[in-house]
């Protein structure tokens, strides 16, 4: 079986969320589910002073859906919605 290249978009609360935060804790369930912290991280300007947080990790394709993670994640503090933007397949 493969890696999958994951992509999650998180939406915050509003302008004021802490980013910096929401990754710390997005972190360690991403790494729950996936072995690891995310690999990258990337900002979106998505307007009136609100930016996404994207994060980027490799997981393997033997541990299925995302669904929980999202779920998850979505409880975070300062998170409105969360959702896979990218799934890639690598070997």
């Known amino acids: 079986m493969g890696k999958l290249v994951i992509t999650l978009k ?9 980013l ?3 990754r710390r804790h997005a972190d360690v369930l991403i790494e729950e589910f996936a ?3 995310s ?20 997981a393997d394709e033997a ?3 995302t669904e929980n993670l ?3 994640i979505a409880k975070v503090h300062g998170v409105n919605s969360v959702e ?3 799934l890639d397949r690598t070997f």
Do not use: N, T
Request: proline share 9%; hydrophobic share 35%; charged share 30%.
């Open 63 to 65: 541990k299925g859906g």
């Open 84 to 86: 896979v933007v990218g």
């Open 20 to 22: 910096a935060d929401i």
């Open 70 to 72: 999202e779920k998850s």
């Open 10 to 18: 998180i939406m915050p609360e509003g302008p004021e969320s802490d």
């Open 35 to 37: 072995g690891h912290p």
């Open 39 to 58: 690999d990258k991280q990337e900002i979106e300007p998505v307007g009136f002073g609100i930016k996404a947080l994207k994060l980027i990790f490799l």
